[in-house]
Nanobody, 120 residues
Framework: QILLVESGGGLVQPGNSVRLSCAAS????????????MSWYRQAPGKEREWVAG????????KYADSVEGRFTISRDNAKKMLYLQMDSLRSDDTAVYYC?????????WGQGTQVIVSS
């Protein structure tokens, strides 16, 4: 059973930084963590869930939503089975629950989310 657990959220002031982590477990030799493309999504109050950033299995390519390009950095450590999201220059409209997402072939998994509140 693949499990994704996010951490690192909390209350942060505008302009500051925070790093989210996603600990992944339950992967096998036949379905290693490195096979899975990973993404971060977020859902703000009253809004639909939106994609934020993605990274391929070997970590060599990343992509970002326009709203976070240049401020957020997605990365992964396949040896530790970890996914990260470094969030800099945070704004109030970054306030949301952030979710870790894994996908490979037709399989997909979600974490339970971690809340980030950007407020002074």
């Amino acid at each position: 059973q693949i499990l994704l657990v996010e951490s690192g959220g909390g209350l942060v002031q505008p302009g500051n930084s925070v790093r989210l982590s996603c600990a992944a477990s339950g992967f096998t030799v036949r379905s290693p963590f490195s096979n899975f493309a990973m993404s971060w999504y977020r859902q703000a109050p009253g809004k639909e869930r939106e994609w934020v950033a993605g990274i391929i299995g070997n970590g060599r390519a990343t992509k970002y939503a326009d709203s976070v390009e240049g401020r957020f950095t997605i990365s992964r450590d396949n040896a530790k089975k970890m996914l990260y999201l470094q969030m800099d220059s945070l704004r109030s409209d970054d306030t949301a629950v952030y979710y870790c997402y894994a996908t490979w072939t037709s399989r997909e998994y979600w974490g339970q989310g971690t809340q980030v509140i950007v407020s002074s």
